[in-house]
């Protein structure tokens, strides 16, 4: 057990009850959204990649509450990757929780904001138990997708709600770069370098993704899952990193990895759930064909496959329609790629509900001709089998809209597109 005045120690290093947390730039529309969530009077779990900004937006989020009349005291917030903690179950929670009561006496419902809470072992019974009794409001953050695990969700069916945090939107980029006047010259900054915060402030870009990208590998991945075969799965990432936006089974990786098909399987939901990488999935009508076919990989964000897998300027077109897919998530979108037996692809089906919405392609050189004239083989094909009627192509700089054997196709730069300029859906 720690001692109290220990526990002290630790709690007013963390907390605003003395002075006010330093919060960084300010991401409004996530503090809204979480201000609508905490108001439903459920649990809020923040998910989302490590260093994409989820501890200071709860920073941000309590002194907004501050601001807004609720007491310092009111507010309780640790982070539980404190090596000061040490080993971290639900007793130990419990302990800290305790000390923290007596000694601030907060009044009412405190605020309890518990930072990488997948630390502590038990921490869903926990948590669930204090709020059941009504003694707190909890927010609480992880960098790992199995927060929401099929075991949780059970435990925690209808009393949570969950708020994805990414790295920075391009606009986001722009604000903490003070360039909202310049989209178009720092898109490139943004596709080399990533959206997370601290590499877009900072002169060593490369050292920063390095640290992060270990951080994820080791602490994430190797040490909570106890991976043995630490080199196979090494191997793996970097494959996946050297070739984003392509298609890949887990058959094909057998002889690569030199690793069982299940291991690879396993491997990769692993590098899924800590917010690495994300695959996406063929459209089709046919569930058994959509899980048969190959899938795409993306990564999280492109500073991790620019410094990791390849050079940047060689593979251009693969970043930006990773960035595109990255943006689809962080829209909400349901999306897939399409691919007919013949091998003619569209990179993005967006779906809504029961139909095709969109159909989207992302083409960074259309000077070359022959390779502009597949793209749009391939967009007026789709657009016919699956009976969509917004076409897109979006590429470094042209904007226009044309009509191609009675189809209409429109075409917009990145940046414009990143920033929902001249879209009208």
Known sequence: MILQNDILRILYDWNPWEKDFETGHSRSHYIEKLEDLIQSGQIVVITGPRRAGKTYIMRQFSMHLIRNGVPRNNIFFLNLEDPRLGALDANVLDQIFRVYIENLSPYGKPFVFLDEIQEVKNWEKWVLTYHELGKARFVVSGSNARLLSKEFGTLLTGRHLELKVFPLSFKEFLDFKNAQDKPHVFIKEYMEFGG??????????????????????????????????????????????????????????????????????????????????????????????????????????????????????????????????????????????????????????????????????????????????????????????????????????????????????????????????????
């Open 196 to 425: 997370f915060p601290e590499v877009v402030l900072s002169k060593n870009k490369n050292e920063i993704v390095l640290q992060y990208f270990a951080d994820v590998v080791e602490k994430d991945i190797m040490r909570r899952y106890r991976v043995r075969k630490t080199e196979a799965l090494k191997a793996l990432v970097r494959f996946y990193m050297s070739n984003i936006s392509s298609l890949t089974t887990f058959s094909s990786m057998e002889k690569f990895t030199g690793l069982r098909r299940d291991t690879v399987e396993k491997f990769s939901s692993y590098l899924e759930s800590s917010f690495l990488l994300f695959f996406v999935k063929r459209f089709s009508f046919k569930v058994k064909e959509q899980e048969k076919s190959p899938r795409k990989v993306y990564s999280y964000d492109v500073a991790f496959p620019n410094v990791i897998g390849f050079r940047f300027s060689e593979n251009v077109g693969r970043i930006a329609e990773n960035i595109v897919a990255v943006e689809l998530l962080r829209r909400g979108k349901e999306f897939y790629y399409w691919k007919d037996e013949r091998h003619r692809e569209v990179d993005f089906v967006v779906k809504e509900k029961t139909r095709v919405k969109e159909l989207i392609q992302v083409s960074w050189d259309i000077s070359n001709l022959e390779t502009l004239e597949r793209e749009i083989k391939a967009l007026i094909l789709a657009s016919k089998k699956l009976n969509g009627e917004n076409l897109l192509i979006i590429n470094a700089e042209v904007e226009k809209e044309e009509n191609v054997k009675g189809k209409s196709i429109k075409y917009i730069p990145l940046w414009k597109w990143l920033l929902g300029i001249a879209q009208d859906n």
